[in-house]
């Protein structure tokens, strides 16, 4: 089992910036891919970006070049900074983990509400 807790959602004007955080335990966070996805109302719940244990990067096209994930292993903590936000990135966004070295998302936080407003 892997525990994830998000932190740092919230209101945040079209143009701003936000960075969420989750922290993982219960697993060698070293061996987890980590990512983030989203879930706007009435939609189904979208890839944003993941990083696997190599720092491997992947991004939805409609957050390349304006959001960036990273970890950091000591802490057991994925970040993920979002820059240039727009109205559409409004959503609740999740944190997910893998089991070790895969890339399939078994374990999923509670949830962060972004919203932009315009």
């Known amino acids: 089992q892997v525990q994830l807790v998000e932190s740092g959602g919230g209101l945040v004007q079209a143009g701003g910036s936000l960075r969420l955080s989750c922290a993982a335990s219960g697993r060698t966070f070293s061996r987890l891919s980590m990512g983030w996805f989203r879930q706007a109302p009435g939609k189904e719940r979208d890839f944003v970006a993941d990083?696997?244990?190599?720092?491997?990067?992947q991004y939805a096209d409609y957050v390349k070049g304006r959001f960036t994930i990273s970890r950091d292993n000591a802490k057991n903590t994925v970040y993920l900074q979002m820059n240039d936000l727009k109205p559409e990135d409004t959503a609740i966004y999740y944190c997910?983990?893998?089991?070790?070295?895969?890339?399939?998302?078994?374990?999923w936080g509670q949830g962060t509400q972004v919203t932009v407003s315009s």
């Open positions: 990083i696997n244990w190599s720092d491997n990067r």
């Open positions: 997910s983990a893998s089991r070790e070295w895969s890339r399939t998302y078994n374990y």
